[in-house]
Every structure is written in structure tokens, then in C-alpha cells.
């Protein structure tokens, strides 16, 4: 039996979960994704992993864990790109830079209708090295950026621009475990489950 409801679509976040032994059950939760005005990407991505998680508790009794993930460079947020030439763009920006990978937890329980909400934003920064158009357009064309937070992905293809992280690694895939794991505890919910 399911010890938490993922409130995601991600096959990264399941693989983390299913890492580190949490039994769940995945549904993904339909929120409308839009930028708030003003709102900063630490806001912004708290609020969606929130909204997700808050929305899973009413129909779950199981605590629902949301989770939102951006890619952060000079103040802005790089969503997913919506076109191979989006994705070369950003890829281009994030050349030879260092930039921001956010991802916000929240945990919800909804039991005897007493909601009880708690949530945590992660940051991890990430230095690419200078990359040359051929290597921005031969990695477009793999197909792997066009689902991807600043058209990359560290767990995959995209490895190979990385020079270096400062924080942690699980954040940038899409899930901070340590921080996970701890939010977890908090609810009971076991890991290291066969």
C-alpha cells in the first residue's frame, strides 16, 4: 500500500522517490502555471509545489507531496522551451555562466479536514561551460531539452556541460532528497521501503 501521493507527472521525481524507497502512487495535479506579476522564481516555485500538493490533499488521504522545479538566470526564469530554436536560445544564455536551479517541496495532509501544509525552496547553483553552437545544436537535436527547465536535463545528455554545482544534485534533477526525506519524516512516511 502507498505510503504518499506524488502530485507530479515527472519520471525524474518518481526515479528520486523510487531512489531512495518511498512507496506512492503518482497523479498529477492540473494548475494554471502562469507567473504572478511581480513575483520572484523562489515565490513562484513554492507557490506551484503548494498549489499542487493542496490540491492532491483534497482528494487523497494520503499526505501528497507537490513539486515544482525552474531554472534561474539573471532574475528570470527559463521555463520549458517551447521550440528547438527556444531551446537553442536559452542553452546559448546559460553558455559559460552560472545560473540557479530551484525546486520547491510541499507536503499536505488533509486528515479530519484540518489541512496542514508545509513547504521548503532549494537552490542549487550550476556553472556550464562555454559551449559551441554545434555542441547548443546537436544536443537540440536529440529531443532531450524540449520537456526540460531551461532546455537541459543534468541526469542526461546535457551532463557533459557541466563544469560544476554548488548544492545539491538530486535538486537539479528535479527533487532535493535530503530535504525530501526530511519533509517525509515530519509526515511519517517511511522510506527505505523494499
Known amino acids: 500500500m502507498a505510503d504518499l501521493l506524488l502530485a507530479s ?3 525524474r521525481r518518481r526515479e528520486l522517490l ?3 524507497g ?3 502512487i503518482s497523479e498529477p495535479q492540473d494548475i494554471d502555471e502562469t507567473p504572478l506579476l511581480d513575483e ?4 513562484y516555485v513554492e507557490r506551484l509545489a503548494r498549489e499542487k500538493a493542496q490540491q492532491g490533499a483534497q482528494q487523497s488521504s494520503l499526505p501528497v507531496l507537490g513539486s515544482d522545479t525552474c531554472v534561474v538566470l539573471d532574475g528570470e526564469i ?3 522551451p517551447n521550440t528547438k530554436a527556444d531551446a537553442c536560445a536559452m542553452l546559448s544564455r546559460l553558455s559559460g555562466r552560472s545560473h540557479h536551479v530551484l525546486t520547491a517541496i510541499a507536503i499536505c495532509t488533509n486528515k479530519l479536514g484540518e489541512p496542514e501544509l508545509m513547504s521548503q525552496v532549494v537552490s542549487t547553483e550550476v556553472q556550464f561551460n ?4 554545434t555542441q547548443i545544436e546537436d544536443y537540440v537535436a536529440t529531443g532531450e531539452p524540449m520537456d526540460k527547465a531551461g532546455a537541459y536535463g543534468i ?5 557533459v556541460f557541466v563544469a560544476g554545482i554548488v548544492g545539491s544534485y538530486s535538486n537539479v534533477v528535479g527533487l532535493p532528497l535530503m530535504e525530501t526525506a526530511q519533509l517525509l519524516q515530519h509526515y511519517n512516511v ?3 521501503q523494499d
Open 22 to 24: 518511498v512507496s506512492f
Open 190 to 192: 517511511p522510506i527505505w
Open 40 to 43: 520572484s522564481p523562489e515565490a
Open 18 to 20: 523510487e531512489q531512495i
Open 130 to 133: 562555454p559551449l559551441a553552437p
Open 155 to 159: 541526469q542526461g545528455k546535457a551532463a
Open 9 to 11: 507527472a515527472s519520471p
Open 78 to 80: 527559463l521555463s520549458k
